[in-house]
């Protein structure tokens, strides 16, 4: 039973006659004995109003519409037999409305201190959401508008399908509803719905996925707003809407984009500062993060995991690793205003990746381990990668560095070491940049097996102060740089 003043935003409706004296109460048989207790699919639900009129006032063509919550149901009618033919006939409810999801009562004329009450039964669906509320509106009204108006939230157990697997949480922007996540078909529509259940430790587990399917999804209206991945979960996207197996969605066709983008205001694009916030040991998998004022993938503190995805076109920051260690593998990220991948204070382990495009560097690093390999990384705004931290190592392999406006790798007091890589077309004509820019390293540079070529100014430039840490160069290909 709520406060009748509340909730009403609920219900849509026209005229208000809030008569406060007027007791209508609307309550169900749940939690009686117990005030913690819950309901499941297949429980029989029933919702009790009961009224009492003022010595003052009388209504003609009372009614109380009951606007019954979307994870429950009601028959819509029931199987007779025709008395004239003997054949089964199907009649419908007239006080159960299926396009509004409403129960009526027709109570008539209410004189002054008249008082009584009505009941529903309805049956608990797969449409309630696990550890959630079934949100219950009762309105007594007449033809002028309404005159007082009740509500019930009744828990949900934290249930799941039989034979369903728990933990996993379904999402699809297209789903109609009801949204309780526990399947394709109820699914939430709303990434952060899903995100809030897990909250609420719904389920319980340590090994929680959630299956986001196709279509945009944005964190909310406020700049503030993030998906906020709790600690250990898995967000895949990249999925129809109907898989019963993670191997069988496509995130190159079915694509999942978690954008920044809240509205224009006529002069500037507002969006949310970070799209993305990593919880410990998360995983995002197979989406397209776009559209932030920062940050695209924001982790702090928390080490986390970005595979599959394409990070793109955010405002400042592609991905941000600070005080963390992330690894990223198999990700385009591209055309991001400032930096691709920014990392402070923590490692970084880059795999099969494409960086490109970036208004700025495509790699900055300072006092962290960095791994790179089997990368390309591309046509930045400054640097491709840039790295600084006395005797942090950066490691680059197998990977190709091309076409970055100023250097192609530049490291400050950072031991870096370089194999089986291509270092191609990096710097500006008579501009002071290189294929390669090592300075002050905190040990011997290592160079193996790469081919730096058609830089613009040296392939390699070094600078020791100490004059101790001499390149190791073998087996490369030094040509053609101006």
Known sequence: MGNNNQHVATIATTINFWDENIIFEKTDDVGIIDPNECVSPGYELTYTVCWEMPDYLTLEGARIVDYLPAGVTYPEGYMTTDPNTGWPIWVEYDAYDLDTHTYTWELGTLESNDSGCVTVTVTVSEGAEPSGVLHNVAELVTDSGIWSRDFEDTLVCCWSPVGADANIIYVNADAPGPHS???????????????????????????????????????????????????????????????????????QRYETILSGYIYFDGRDIIRNTSVVTMGYQSVLDGVTVTGSAEYGVYGNGSDFTVRNCNIEENSQYGIYVKNCDAVIEKCNIAENSQYGIYVLDGDLTLENCKVTDGGQRGIYAQDGNITVKWCSITDNGYEGIYHKGDGFSLTVENSQINRNEYHGIYTINSIPTVKNCIISSNGTVDRDFYGMNIVNPADDPILHNNTIVCNAIEGIKFIDNAGSNWPEIRNCIVYFNN
């Not at 078909?185 to 259940?197: F, G, K, S, T, V």
């Open 181 to 251: 996540g526990v399947s394709w078909e109820y699914a939430y529509a709303d990434l952060q719905d899903a995100i809030n259940r897990i909250n609420r430790s719904c389920p319980a587990s340590d090994t929680i996925e959630i299956w986001a399917a196709e279509g945009m999804y944005t964190p909310g209206d406020l700049e503030a707003d993030s998906f906020v991945i709790p600690d250990g979960v898995v967000v895949y996207g990249g999925f129809a809407g109907n898989e019963t197996s993670r191997s069988e969605r496509s995130f």
